[in-house]
């Protein structure tokens, strides 16, 4: 990590961006209105010859010579390596991507799916099975929008949830192009678009300037700053009470409440301390408190606390005036816990995707989003 920008370099990207695809059409004479066209039709799981306008009547001829080989690289970008569903009506998918790697993407139940934006993650947070293994690297912008690509050729999506492998704010750049393709092209309403992260000022400057502004949700976990500086070690040094103004500001700006996400640990946040923190942080404010009790992870000594206390938690804090949804989390009995999945198949996974890279991610260079 750069200590001074509080940036994170990981090795030379293999990452594929929207960027490179624009390129890539223009370089075989499309213009802008060409390239929207490509990219609604790919981005809403559509074949590029879908529409009552074929390829012939509206693509230049450049375009249309290149367009299978194209259509052959998007598919290539994320593919589906397995499919678990989960009793609740999600689905856990191994997502299989250009390099070998893979991650995970989750369909949820009324039409969301929870897409990464990182292969691994680097906040570390110590109940979390991504954060034990550290980034390996950044996913392209294209590489996120191909995962709703994914999930719609499995059923219809409406919401997108930057929520699954990897922080969002360590890759901003390309989880804002992402936002950006999948708020215009991808059709899916802006406020259906939840970016999440554990708290970056880059984030809180970023996200009012974007032409499409995403509802925010923020990882909080814990109300003492040094209790959750122990559970988040590797997030930004930012005090809880700070971390709610800003996110506060920004659900002003934009008019959707702020989404707070807390992780319900036996023993560690479950306590009545954390209750007057959490009554005194967000209590009248324009936030929303999403309480997911944990999910075990094999090797990982943490516990969730009984659905009684669960229960009772989330009456408490209703009452004392905090808008508390008790939450599953999706899929959780199907190696549920983010990262579960890809850690138990990632060999065999790794071994069965060797395959060549497509002739586009060669040809240019990507722009890693991430400066030194
Ligand atoms: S919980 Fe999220 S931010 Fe924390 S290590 Fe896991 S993926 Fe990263």
Not at 36 to 46: G, Y
Not at 233 to 245: N, S, Y
Not at 253 to 266: D, K
Not at 273 to 287: N, Q
């Amino acid at each position: 990590m750069n200590r001074r920008t509080g940036d994170y370099k990981v090795a030379p990207s293999l990452s594929v961006c929207i960027d490179q695809i624009r390129h890539r059409l223009r370089d075989h004479g499309a213009m802008p209105c060409h390239e929207h066209r490509v990219l609604r039709l790919w981005s809403n799981a559509l074949s590029q010859d879908s529409g009552k306008r074929k390829p012939q009547d509206f693509l230049p001829l450049g375009v249309r010579a290149e367009l299978p080989a194209i259509e052959a690289d998007l598919a290539g970008l994320a593919r589906l390596l397995s499919e678990h569903p989960g009793a609740d009506g999600s689905a856990r998918l191994l997502v299989g991507l250009h390099d070998g790697q893979t991650v995970e993407a989750v369909l949820l139940p009324r039409d969301g799916v929870c897409v990464s934006t990182q292969v691994g993650c680097a906040v570390g947070c110590v109940f979390c099975m991504t954060g034990q293994g550290g980034l390996l690297r950044q996913l392209g912008s294209a590489e996120i929008v191909a995962q709703v690509a994914l999930a719609r050729t499995r059923r219809v999506v409406k919401k997108v949830v930057f929520m699954g492998m990897g922080e969002p704010a360590h890759n901003l750049d390309n989880v804002m192009d992402a936002i950006d393709l999948l708020g215009f092209e991808g059709g899916i309403g802006h406020k259906n678009l939840v970016f999440s992260t554990v708290g970056d000022r880059r984030v809180f400057e970023r996200l009012p300037l974007g032409a499409v502004k995403p509802a925010l949700a923020l990882s909080l976990h814990s109300t003492n700053a040094a209790r959750r500086a122990q559970l988040l070690p590797r997030a930004p040094a930012i005090e809880p009470d700070e971390l709610v103004e800003l996110g506060e500001r920004y659900a002003h700006a934009s008019g959707y409440p702020v989404q707070v996400q807390w992780t319900l640990l036996a023993g560690i946040n479950d306590g009545d301390d954390e209750l007057d923190g959490i009554v005194r942080l967000l209590a009248g404010k324009r936030a929303i408190l999403n309480m997911i009790p944990y999910n075990t992870v094999d090797g990982l000594d943490f516990q969730r606390p009984s659905a009684e206390r669960a229960r009772e938690i989330a009456q408490t804090l209703h009452r004392r005036g905090v808008l508390t949804k008790l939450r599953q989390s999706a899929g959780q009995d199907v190696d549920g816990g983010c990262g579960q999945l890809r850690a138990r198949t990632v060999s065999v996974a790794a071994g069965s995707t060797d395959l060549p890279r497509p002739v586009l991610w060669r040809e240019r260079a990507p722009s890693l989003s991430t400066p030194s």
